[in-house]
């Protein structure tokens, strides 16, 4: 119920909802887990070491997904997983036509169930998250992004066991 509630909400409120600057979908698979994301994004408008047309900059991200467990040893489970990250990425402003960029982040995530398969255990529904990535925005005006992920989840120890999964990601995204 919670989570209808979360996501009503960014369609209730129209003056949050205004405030996004980008959309986008992911789809990967790691450990026996396929997963699929839906996010939006809101821009910080801010460039910090600033240098030969480089810059960092950032983003937070706001995502729901489901993952999806198709491992041999079976007891196959779907997790919901709701993610807030922020997000810092060192882009230039173009070059031959596109903004090349790399990304680093954590931030948190939530999952419905704690175990995805029969070997594969996470013990708390709250897990951080953590990427690296480099992917390039193109178009006219840079709208359209289109990034390779690394992602690992896991609890960070917070509780035993602390498996955790890593995720290969295809991540595409418009910013309006």
Not at 89 to 114: M, N, Q, W
Not at 133 to 140: E, N, P, Q, V
Not at 141 to 170: T, V
């Amino acid at each position: 119920m919670k989570k209808k509630i979360l996501v009503l909400s960014f369609f209730l409120f129209p003056s949050f909802a205004f405030a996004i600057d980008g959309v986008s979908v992911e789809d990967g698979n790691g450990m026996g887990t396929d997963m699929v994301r839906a996010g939006v994004q809101w821009d910080w408008h801010k460039r910090w070491l600033e240098y030969d047309g480089w810059h960092l900059g950032g983003y937070w991200d706001a995502s729901l997904g489901q993952w999806r467990g198709h491992a041999a040893i079976g007891n196959n489970q779907k997790i919901t997983d709701f993610g807030f990250t922020p997000v810092f990425r060192f882009e230039h402003d173009r070059i031959a036509g596109i903004f090349p960029y790399v990304e680093a982040a954590v931030g948190f995530h939530l999952i419905s169930r704690t175990y995805i398969n029969a070997d594969r255990k996470f013990s708390t529904a709250f897990q951080f998250g953590d990427h690296v990535g480099a992917g390039m925005r193109f178009g006219g005006r840079g709208q359209y992004d289109l990034e390779y992920r690394f992602q690992h989840i896991s609890n960070g120890s917070i509780k035993q066991p602390n498996q955790g999964i890593n995720f290969n990601q295809i991540r595409l995204a418009y910013h309006f």
